[in-house]
């Protein structure tokens, strides 16, 4: 929140950016290659003005065309590199959906975009994309590329079993349609508190594998 204006710290409160930043926090334990504070879930995808039914490359074009919006909403300091990187290797060619640059994170940050309900095969897709580009695309001065899955719905429980900030890769939701400020607090409210309890309860694991042991 620093270096705001007011009227960007005011949109800042409506749209729940800090309680999204802390619910994306929560999926990163200590210790976790991603840095806190980088991303946020869900993140509000509004301003695209999409409807309920999309694919994948509509809404891809549709963050291409409100760049702006877009990069404001997923963090400060966010430049667009390309869309589509084709990633080629050993005679085959993938193609990564977004390839943004942190400034302030000094790294490359690959995004890619899903419809539906997160799968485990994704963290796959991405840790290839992760490893190509930290050999090939890295520059020296950078630090290790992050990648970010956007999914339009995931379970956060899942999501911290499988322990993907471990290869730097972090899933969030999107929504493309703002829900009334009442319904979107209580929204919020109710992922927010889930998050606290998550992290509550790996504070107290530890605690209760070193009693265990004795």
Not at 23 to 50: H, K, N, W, Y
Not at 54 to 66: D, K, S
Not at 144 to 154: D, Q, R
Not at 176 to 199: D, F, G, Q, S, V
Request: hydrophobic share 40%; proline share 5%.
């Amino acid at each position: 929140m620093r270096n705001l204006s007011v009227r960007e710290l005011r949109r800042a409160i409506e749209r729940k950016s800090f309680e999204r930043r802390e619910i994306a926090d929560s999926q990163i334990p200590e210790g976790s290659a991603v840095p806190l504070d980088t991303f946020r879930d869900p993140m509000l995808l509004d301003m695209l003005g999409l409807h309920d039914s999309f694919r994948e490359g509509e809404l891809e074009e549709a963050i291409v065309r409100a760049l702006e919006p877009v990069l404001l909403e997923v963090g400060q300091g966010w430049a667009f590199i390309e869309r589509q990187k084709r990633i080629s290797f050993d005679g085959d060619d993938y193609h990564l959906d977004l390839l943004f640059f942190s400034r302030p994170l000094r790294r490359l940050i690959a995004v890619e975009l899903k419809i539906g309900k997160f799968k485990p095969s994704y963290e796959g897709q991405m840790n290839f994309y992760l490893k190509w580009l930290n050999r090939f695309e890295r520059q020296a001065d950078e630090n290790p590329p992050i990648g970010l899955i956007l999914c339009t719905e995931a379970s956060r429980e899942q999501i911290e079993l499988l322990e993907m900030h471990k290869d730097g890769i972090v899933v969030a939701e999107y929504w493309t349609a703002l829900p009334p400020k009442a319904e979107l607090e209580a929204k919020i409210r109710k992922i927010y508190r889930e998050a606290r309890e998550r992290i509550a309860r790996r504070q107290i694991m530890p605690a209760v594998d070193e009693s265990s042991d004795q």
